[in-house]
């Protein structure tokens, strides 16, 4: 790859799936066009982190670490990428350092490359533990900033960001647009800005939910960007990203091409089509995500988070108050001092928003969540917390203001420990760490079926079958 050419993240085993169906492709629906993948000349296949560790243990009874290494063996002339959450790892809290190195330590041993690492509130304290496993083990570390629309996220800001990620040793720098409302001419002038700045190469991540993607794109290559994240065509557009075969073919016409072999995405689409067609008939992909909404330039809300926000109004029997909530995310989010609505922000900020509405009185009640990050446990706020908001939520409690993870006693023997007789690995024990109490159900059901070969083994194997079943449909 020249300096010219451009790069291609194919996001068809992570983001694609995680952002169109709660991340439900099967590892078996993975495999069998990996080795062909692992010809088309990407920059890099992401496959792993962000939602997908969750999913496979709670959803699919999988075992994740297994489908890295399955991918792994089959891709061995590709780069594999996984999406990292600084300091949350691939769960929702902040983990002791000790842990984060573990994590790190073998995900490159079991086949991850390239660290897609970001964090929720762009606070770059918290992508420390992380970049530096990542250096200790020999991957590389793609910082990322999560981009946001906001009075305090504007251009010289987002440049100001990239060059201390540069500085702090980034082997290249993403800008992560969740919600697709990176539009064409502000990726135009950002790309420019961060590139005249920086000289590692620089990634665009988008999504095609409000319909700009495309020309963001092209703007962005335009304006300089190494790297574009696209995903193979049937499991493009709507809340996941571009799709591979257009992107390829129309950069290929211009100055800079892509390193793709075109007539391979063909093969790999073919291969997908039926399996995306099982997921529709399955209702798993609903074709309402696949759409464009422009109404997302306006609410600026990732399409997880929508669909989230439903599905809370629903379990509430309240989905007639789905305005009234989408018109309380901007204010919650106000309040807490603008954060970037991505996990965990997300989900803590949309629950704040439904609790907000359905209670009748802002702030009645709190989720815990919201509790510690006023108290300082997630990091920097983008914009300082007013103290009078602060005080009327937790009172005189202590406020850190130091790296949050610094107050995060070692924990991974304590977890071997406790996890007892099911750490076989201490892959197991990361799993536990991540996910308690859902890591720990996995992992009994994992050793009690390998183990036991008995009629009640049988039945759980059933059982076992009848959750992956519908787990996939
Ligand atoms: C994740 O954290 O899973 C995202 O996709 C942002």
């Not at 990542?134 to 060059?163: M, N, R």
């Not at 950069?251 to 091409?257: D, M, Q, S």
């Not at 997880?304 to 509430?316: F, I, R, W």
Request: some cysteine; overall charge negative; glycine content about 6%.
């Amino acid at each position: 790859m020249t300096d010219k050419m451009i790069g291609i993240t194919e996001t068809v085993l992570r983001d694609a799936h995680q952002s169109l169906m709660a991340t439900r492709m099967s590892t078996n629906d993975m495999l069998p066009i990996i080795e062909k993948m692992d010809k088309v000349g990407y920059f890099s296949l992401e496959c792993w982190g962000g939602a997908t560790f969750d999913a496979a243990i709670r959803f699919l009874n999988e075992d994740p670490w297994d489908r890295l290494r399955e991918i792994r063996k089959r891709a061995p002339n590709t780069k594999l990428q996984m999406l990292l959450r600084g300091q949350n790892l691939l769960g929702y809290r902040h983990y002791a350092d000790d842990v984060v190195d573990k994590f790190v330590e073998k995900s490159v041993e079991n086949g991850i490359d390239i660290f897609r690492i970001f964090d929720a509130l762009n606070d770059v304290r918290n992508l420390e533990a992380s970049l530096k496993a990542v250096k200790k083990y020999g991957g590389h570390a793609q910082l990322t900033i999560c981009y946001t629309i906001s009075d305090v996220h504007t251009t010289p800001y987002f440049v100001e960001l990239a060059a201390e990620m540069e500085e702090m040793g980034a082997n290249s720098i993403c800008i992560k647009d969740m919600a697709g409302i990176l539009t064409p001419h502000v990726a135009k002038e950002l790309v420019h800005a961060i590139k005249n700045e920086i000289s590692v190469p620089l990634s665009i991540h988008t999504h095609a939910t409000s319909g700009t993607s495309h020309m963001t794109y092209l703007a962005a290559v335009e304006a300089g960007a190494d790297i574009i994240d696209t995903a193979i065509s049937p499991f493009a557009e709507g809340t996941s990203q571009p799709p591979t075969e257009t992107m390829a073919i129309c950069l290929n016409e211009g100055e800079r091409k892509t390193t793709l072999a075109v007539p391979l995405l063909e093969e790999i689409a073919d291969y997908f089509k039926p399996i995306r067609d099982k997921y529709l008939a399955n209702e798993l992909l609903n074709p309402k995500v696949m759409g464009s909404d422009p109404k997302a330039l306006i609410y600026q809300v990732p399409g997880g988070m929508l669909s989230n926000l439903l599905s809370q109004l629903k379990q509430a029997n309240a989905t007639d108050k789905y305005d009234e909530v989408l018109k309380e995310v901007p204010r919650v989010r106000s309040d807490l001092g603008f954060p970037p609505l991505v996990t965990p922000m997300s989900q803590m900020v949309g629950t704040q928003a439904v609790f907000n509405v359905l209670a009748g009185e802002r702030y009645k009640m709190v989720p815990n969540e919201i509790k510690e990050y006023l108290r300082g446990s997630y990091g920097k706020t983008p914009v300082p917390v007013t103290e009078e908001f602060r005080k009327s939520i937790i009172h005189d409690d202590t406020v850190i203001t130091d790296r949050p993870a610094n107050h995060i006693p070692s924990e991974f023997q304590r977890l071997k420990e406790e996890l007892g007789s099911l750490a076989r690995t201490d892959e197991d024990v990361l799993t536990y760490a991540l996910f308690p109490q859902v890591g720990k159900e996995f992992l009994e059901k994992k050793y009690h079926l390998q183990e036991k070969n008995d009629p009640i083994n049988k039945e759980d194997k059933k059982e076992n079958e009848v959750i992956r079943i519908s787990a996939t449909m």
